[in-house]
């Protein structure tokens, strides 16, 4: 197949997008272009900024190896929160402002395609600042990436829930686990993909989308799943930026294994399961509102069934190609971690109901974005 390169796998990268806060108000500040300018010298093409000046991000070369990726991230994370403190701030690694911050409003970053969404989309961006993370495997044949993300679109829901890390929002608690996807699912060229016959099919539909102006380019569709318009791999956009590096690792390791195992079955001839789009919409937004915790939907069966159930039939799913690359333990460990204490929504949510402060809670996730930064946050008062 193509992509796979014996017992490490086909390679993966990673991209991180992070919020910048004042370490007095924890509201996030507009200095993105300031924090890439100094961050840039040592990183280089690892570094960018994002959407919102309020915003950094940080990406990964490509990683044969989960143990490789995992220093790669943590490389980046502590270039990025040098490169935020001498500007006296600080990273952090949440889904949406937990707190509101002059930077909420400010002006959008200085790529083109960000000026163009705002002609297009309009008061929609208002408040677009949302941090992700995407996970890139190598798969340079798009006719099978195409079928690949078929067989990937059922487990989306899932994702959500375990990535959950944006309850908070501005200043309030949104009553969601994961808010990031509720703002992102006002957009019609956001969310799951549309299930495609081919590459063919794919692209007329990107293209009829475009048509609507629904899509800024039709070669460059913000689709969950993707074939990347520029990189040789399929692009899973789908979940919140993780606050540990190990989150991230695991999660990164659960996706390869799904690309991998989902290639095999096109080779085979099997084009994906036709999921229902309302069905998976309906899905996501229970994932997002519940999160780890709640009871959960399954889209292919169209039945609740708890999250935890959900992923540990997609670790049986799994198994073998995470057993062949290593990874088994590092996916089983982080699920069970998940069954102990849940995702970081809930961390958030307990750490609040322990010390009803929010920036208690912004404190704790700007700590564990960088844990090796000793000045990543004040003492607490």
Known sequence: MNGEHGRSGPTVGVEEEFLLVDPATRGVVAAGSRVVARAAPALGACVSGEFTECQVEGKTPPCARMDELRAELLRVRTGLAAAARAEGLRLCASGTPVIGGDGCRTEIGGHPRYRAGLLQYRRMLDDFAVCALHVHVHLPDRETAVLVGNHLRPWLPLLVAMSANSPFHEGRDTGYAAWRPVIRGRFPCLGPPPYAESLA??????????????????????????????????????????????????????????????????????????????????????????????????????????PSAQAGRLFRHLRPVLRAYGDEERAAAFLRRLDAHGSAAERQRALLAARPRLEAVVDDLVRRTCPDDDTAAPPEE
């Not at 229902?276 to 959960?296: I, T, V």
């Open 201 to 306: 099919d794919h692209l007329r539909q990107a293209e009829a989308m475009a048509a609507t102006e629904a899509v800024l380019e039709p070669g460059m569709p913000f689709w969950d799943v993707r074939p990347n318009p520029a990189l040789p791999t399929l692009e899973v956009r789908t979940m919140d930026v993780q606050p540990d590096v190990d989150g991230t690792v695991a999660l990164t390791a659960l996706i390869r294994a799904l690309v991998v195992t989902a290639a095999r079955r096109v080779v085979d001839g099997d084009p994906g399961p036709r999921t229902g789009a309302e069905l998976l919409r309906a899905a996501y937004w229970r994932a997002a509102r519940d999160g780890w915790s709640g009871d959960g939907f399954d889209a292919p069966t169209g039945r609740r069934l708890p």
